[in-house]
């Protein structure tokens, strides 16, 4: 078991690392299970599901390891897989999702894992990706560029102000400012006992 999502109606959804995903329905207590159908390309990309989010239509955004992003779609009981497409930067920088995030402004934003970040808007179906810099090494604990500082993303979160923070594998955290296109990185200093904790961050929350 990796993620654990309750739904706008109180139903339980449940992603497994590696075997797919559990659907609890609190009214009838039934369980069903989706899974990855070689044979049908309406079913689940991968059974390995790492993150979950819902949308303002009651529609899931699902995170796999090795599938891309997956949509699905309720209504029509479906899947729809964004992958990885070489030499197409419009499409999903990595099929290894770590995290999926719906923003304010109706983007879904994922962090993988060796892909760093990409962003889908989903009336056209392009990604826009978010380039990074893994040779950087900062030594303030507080620093800005125009780059991600690391190309692992464990979770992406929106503050009131709408910047994006992203936590990262051995990069510390970032928080990204929309208007300015900058990147301010807090990362763990020895010397400097006020800096963040540690290089690996998996979490945040306002």
């Known amino acids: 078991m990796r993620t654990v999502f309750e739904d706008k109606t109180g139903d339980i959804w449940v992603g ?29 990309s991968h059974n390995s599901t790492l993150s979950m989010q819902e949308d303002q239509h009651g529609n899931l ?22 992958k990885n497409i070489p030499n197409d930067d419009t499409s999903i920088s990595s099929n290894a999702v770590l995290t999926t995030f ?16 990409s962003k889908l808007d989903p009336a056209t179906g392009k990604f826009h990706r978010y380039p990074f810099d893994e040779l950087r090494k900062a030594s303030d604990s507080i620093s800005k560029s125009q780059r991600l500082n690391n190309a692992h993303v ?11 923070w992203l936590a990262t ?6 928080k990204y400012d929309r208007a300015t296109d900058q990147y301010t990185h807090y990362v763990h200093n020895d010397s400097d006992p006020n800096s963040i904790i540690g ?8």
């Open 61 to 82: 955004w699902l995170g796999t390891d090795g599938g891309g992003l997956n949509y699905f779609d309720r209504e029509k009981n479906s899947f729809f897989a964004y």
């Open 102 to 117: 719906l923003d304010s402004q109706g983007h879904v934003w994922v962090g993988t894992w060796g892909g760093g970040v």
């Open 199 to 206: 290089g690996n961050t998996w979490d945040t929350f306002e």
């Open 16 to 44: 497994n690392y590696p075997d797919g995903i559990n659907f609890f329905d609190r009214s009838s207590a039934a369980i069903t299970t989706y899974t990855h159908d070689p044979s049908n390309s309406n079913s689940l």
């Open 154 to 164: 464990w979770s992406i979160k929106e503050d009131s102000l709408k910047n994006i």
């Open 169 to 174: 594998h051995s990069g510390g955290l970032s």
